[in-house]
C-alpha cells in the first residue's frame, strides 16, 4: 500500500504497475523476501543510475523503468535460496 501512494504522491514516478510487483512478490514470498526484493531493486537501479549518467552522459532526470530491476532482484533471490550451491 506504501508504495501505491507513493505512486499516487510521486504522479507517476514510481509507477503503478511498480506498487503491484512489489505487492505480487510480498504476497507470494512474503515479508521479510519482499524487503530484500525493494532494497536489492534500488540497490540495482542506483549502480544503473550512476552508470547512465556518468558514462552514457544522460541528463539527472531521465526515466528508467523500475521492473527490469524488481525482476533481477526475485532472481536473484530465488536463484539464491532454491538454487543451493
Do not use: E, W
Amino acid at each position: 500500500m506504501l508504495f501505491m501512494i507513493s505512486s499516487v504522491a510521486s504522479r507517476g514516478q514510481l509507477g503503478f504497475g511498480d506498487a503491484l510487483l512489489f505487492a505480487i512478490t510480498g504476497f507470494g514470498l512474503g515479508f521479510m523476501a519482499n524487503i530484500f526484493i525493494i532494497m536489492f531493486s534500488f540497490i540495482l537501479a542506483f549502480f544503473a543510475a550512476v552508470f547512465l549518467v556518468v558514462v552514457k552522459h544522460k541528463p539527472r532526470n531521465y526515466c528508467m523503468p523500475l521492473a527490469p530491476f524488481v525482476l533481477s532482484s526475485f532472481i536473484f533471490y530465488v536463484a539464491g535460496v532454491y538454487l543451493p550451491l
